[in-house]
């Protein structure tokens, strides 16, 4: 036999045996800085994404928006998002019967468009991730519906995203996390302090005993004649008018972390009603003006407040802030104050609201951790892992489909029909 043959093919397997070690290697390493993953019974799993590049659709209705986006080994490479917000005005606030029709009506060119923009065939993805709650039972299920759709036509795995986790992970497009963190969650439903020693770790240790902070912004900002979305109409009036100085407000006494916001919004909302009474009804501009001031401040400086006390008694390296309040330029600017004494995290103006890169973000770190590994299919039976060993809720688990086809052959068809080009 030529020699020349025979050290062709021991080079050959040599370059295999050489390729599996280092594999080994790597997997390894990234598994010691994670979890020892000898131990989780996927740990082939991590070995093999040693060589996979993850492509991960997200899709996002949990409210008013309707987005999709592509997150290809952890870049995003598009975040589409359709809202919703003038057709909500009307009304004064979300109408979830027309948010659910309306998610329906822009799910599917969402989804093409995220796609397109990414240059992403449907066969490139490796994951599909879908917010599976909290927010509108009927906007939710449009969301879900289309993404079990495509995890189950494509034949890869679903991964089910709290949304307030991917509220958090927004900020990962603006750093990297340092543990142990306080991340405050300040939106139109949710007003909470959160402890994170690691990835996918939440500790509530603060919350709203009542009223969200975004949702007295909103009930204030309408009785004092500001149009929907009311947190954004106060910012922009105040930002207009940085001379004005606020009048003191009382400031709510409640234990520990927490918070409270339904008193002092009931307080000023009647303290408006008398001067209108007084006043034909109406109150003159400047006074608008005057309590849209004191209100922002009054409702960030508690949560900044309780927020950066619980930095200080858990020994926190960072702080970060999430959700559509994270937009207010006040708290931003009062978060931003203590980057002195701690590392400080906001996210970028354009991943404060609702969108669905943050929901793969949040994901990507679910990858991680070790869900996703089977392939969804509709009817399959699957664990429901809600709660991780430290006991910590954060809802990342699969979710079932009875009928998830044909509840949805408009998406179905529209795949087809991409996946045909």
């Known amino acids: 036999m030529d020699n020349g043959y025979v050290y062709s093919v021991n080079a050959i397997w040599i370059s295999i045996l050489l390729d599996y070690i280092l594999g080994f290697g790597f997997a390894f390493v990234a598994g010691f800085f994670r979890k020892p993953f000898l131990k989780h019974k996927w740990w082939p799993f991590f070995v093999a994404m040693t060589f996979t590049m993850l492509c991960i659709l997200a899709l996002e209705s949990s409210c008013d928006e309707t987005a999709a986006a592509v997150l290809k080994d952890g870049e995003m490479k598009s975040n589409i998002i359709s809202t919703q917000i003038k057709e909500h005005q009307k009304f004064g606030g979300v109408y979830p019967e027309l948010a659910s029709r309306l998610h329906l009506q822009n799910v599917a060119s969402v989804i093409f468009m995220a796609l397109d923009k990414a240059g992403i065939k449907p066969e490139e993805l490796t994951h599909v991730a879908v917010t599976a709650g909290p927010g509108l039972p009927g906007a939710l299920q449009v969301g879900v519906i289309a993404a079990k759709t495509v995890a189950a036509y494509l034949g890869i795995p679903l991964i089910g995203v709290h949304h307030l986790a991917g509220h958090l992970y927004a900020n990962e497009y603006a750093g990297d996390f340092h ?26 240790v603060g919350q709203t005993l009542d009223d969200a902070i975004g949702e007295a912004f909103d009930k204030v900002a309408r009785e004092i004649g500001l149009p929907y979305p009311g947190g954004v109409a106060i910012d922009k009036l105040c930002k207009a008018h940085p001379e004005v100085k606020p009048f003191k407000l009382p400031f709510p006494r409640v234990p520990g972390y927490n918070l409270s916001y339904s008193g002092l919004k009931s307080a000023i909302i009647r303290k408006v009603e008398q001067e209108k009474a007084q006043n034909g009804g109406k109150l003159s501009d400047e006074r608008v003006i005057e309590y849209a001031k004191s209100v922002e401040v009054a409702f960030v400086n508690q949560f900044v407040r309780k927020a950066f006390k619980a930095a200080e008694d858990f020994h926190a390296k960072m702080v970060i802030i999430g959700g559509g309040v994270s937009a207010n330029s006040y708290l931003r600017s009062e978060v931003l104050k203590h980057k002195d004494e701690y590392e400080v995290l906001i996210p970028p103006m354009w991943c404060t609201t609702d969108n669905a890169s943050m929901i793969a973000k949040a994901a990507d770190h679910i990858i991680d951790a070790g869900y996703g590994i089977k392939r969804y299919y509709p009817n399959i039976e699957v664990i429901n892992n809600n709660i991780d060993p430290k006991g910590h809720v954060y809802n990342v688990a699969y979710i079932n489909s009875n009928s998830a086809i044909k509840t949805n052959d408009k998406i179905l068809n529209f795949i087809l029909s991409i996946s045909e080009k």
Do not use: Q, R, T, Y
Request: hydrophobic fraction near 50%.
């Open 179 to 204: 543990f142990p963190m306080i991340a405050c969650l300040a939106s139109g439903g949710n007003s909470e302090i959160i402890l994170m020693k690691d990835h996918l770790d939440f500790e509530i």
